[in-house]
């Protein structure tokens, strides 16, 4: 059974899967629920998306909305995110104040907080970029922090011992060292921040994946509305995709990374 | 007589023990050791053997007493880098190439790269590793982790080498191949010494003192010069006075740790 577990057929067992899934989800769609307005066949869905993608064109300014959106709310989680998660982990007084609203924000669902910071910040982009930025951040916060606590005592007594300075000991053990546990907590931010824009754009949207999918929901329309959710599915696999080289291209002492 | 390179007066380190009441760790440490001198500190487990070494690189504070180093009294770790720590677990950083990690106790030292990488290069090859300058810790065995690690403690051409059990997680084999590379290394640089160590046969072997702790709180309990001749090989271990001062040795410790109250309580 090994040989299942080595590279090419590993790359064969993912499509298989995909395959697979593709084959009932049509078989289910066509002869068990045999009812477009409730399931619609893959083919359907491709159908639908070749359409929108290159007949009428109607799917690109839902695209770049949401990843507009997406990309902004997800940026700042990092730039707020990473530093104030060190922070928290140099100063006990930071962490004493940060620490109640991260657990009680990171665990509030955060479609509650969607209708007042609508209210709030209007229907622009403010509110949706603050919706992914509540979903993201706290991952990332959370990651970077812990990151930085568990870096082994031995590092920094080394750092100590050859009498490094304190940049020296940031820059060269305590940031190497946390960046596999940033990393793992921008990919847990990466599923947030879609949900987060499918929240942000349910509300007062006129634009982007969310609101079409939502609109199609309300509308019966099956393939518009599956079109939407695999778009969001492949915006997550491209996420994916993307933190995984920069994973492999920061931490190259690691052989091997789970794929 | 050769001057004193190291000089360790009232030595005593003390915590705040779980009930308030102070925890003394190690105290009235006295020693004197010469330049180019092998000292091994050997005692039963938990006497403070490595706090002590942990003090005397300023890694932690003293309670009381000086640490001087070639007349100059140490404090903390903001003097000159005088002193190489080898760690008991290499502590390699796994994101550094063998190279890098003996690089990094001299970047940012006024040297220019390709000297600090000469110098590198330089102690790599002397611990046995040319050729594995490019290799990550994880692509290394123990023993070659350890040899790094001596490597990177060389590399800053300290006075003094402070080595904490650093064969202590290494199989027997292999222990004896390092303690004999060592051997060589140390007859190669002349380096003081102060090693830490719970094996006897160990600081037999390696050194020209060895100095016995009490248990805890840990205290000189007595001092003895290895009477054997160097080049030294495994075959000394057979040595009479080599099994002799091994015998005396073990009593002694053995006495510590009864006196502790038994080897269940160590």
Known sequence: MVKFYCGNSRAINKVLSILCGLVLWHYLATVIVADTAFLVSPLAVVSKAYEMLFLTGELYPHLFASSWVFLYGYLLSIVVGVPLGFLMAFSPAVRDYVHPWMTTLYTTPRIAFAPVLLLWLGIGAGSKVAIVFLGCVFPILINSYYGMRVVDREFVELARSLRLTRLALFRKILLPASLPFILSGLRLALGRGLTGVAIAEWFGATAGLGYLVYFAGQTLNVPVLFVGVTAFGLMGIIGFEILRKIEDLATPWKTSHPR | ?266
């Not at chain 2, 003293?62 to 903001?78: K, L, N, Y």
């Not at chain 2, 060389?154 to 006075?159: H, M």
């Open chain 2, 1 to 266: 007589m050769a001057p004193s390179i190291l000089e360790l007066k009232n030595l005593s380190r003390e915590v705040k023990g779980r009930n308030g009441e102070p925890f003394v760790i190690f105290r009235d440490i006295n020693l004197s050791v010469r330049d180019g001198e092998f000292v091994s500190i050997v005692g039963p487990s938990g006497c403070g053997k490595t706090t002590m070494l942990r003090v005397i690189n300023g890694l932690i504070p003293p309670s009381t007493g000086q640490i001087v180093v070639d007349g100059r009294e140490q404090s903390g770790t903001g003097g000159d880098l005088l002193m190489g720590f080898v760690f008991q677990g290499a502590a390699l950083l796994p994101w550094r190439t063998s190279l890098n990690n003996v690089l990094l106790g001299l970047e940012g030292r006024g040297k220019n790269p390709s000297e600090a990488r000469d110098l590198a290069r330089k102690y790599l090859d002397l611990v046995g590793l040319a050729g594995f300058e490019q290799h990550y810790p994880h692509e290394l065995s123990g023993g070659m982790q350890q040899r790094v690690n001596l490597a990177r403690a060389l590399a800053i051409e300290p006075k003094i080498l402070l080595m904490d059990e650093p064969f202590a997680a290494l199989d027997a084999q292999t222990r004896s191949f390092m303690q004999l590379e060592l051997l060589r290394i140390w007859s190669q640089t002349k380096k003081t010494v102060i090693f830490v160590t719970h094996m006897i046969a160990e600081a037999i072997l390696l050194s020209d003192r060895v100095v016995v702790f009490s248990h805890r709180p840990g205290t000189i309990r007595e001092e003895f010069r290895v009477p054997l001749p160097r080049p030294r090989d495994m075959e000394v271990k057979s040595d009479r006075r080599f099994v002799d001062l091994e015998n005396t040795l073990w009593k002694l410790i053995e006495e510590e740790v009864k006196a502790a109250g038994g080897f269940a309580r160590l």
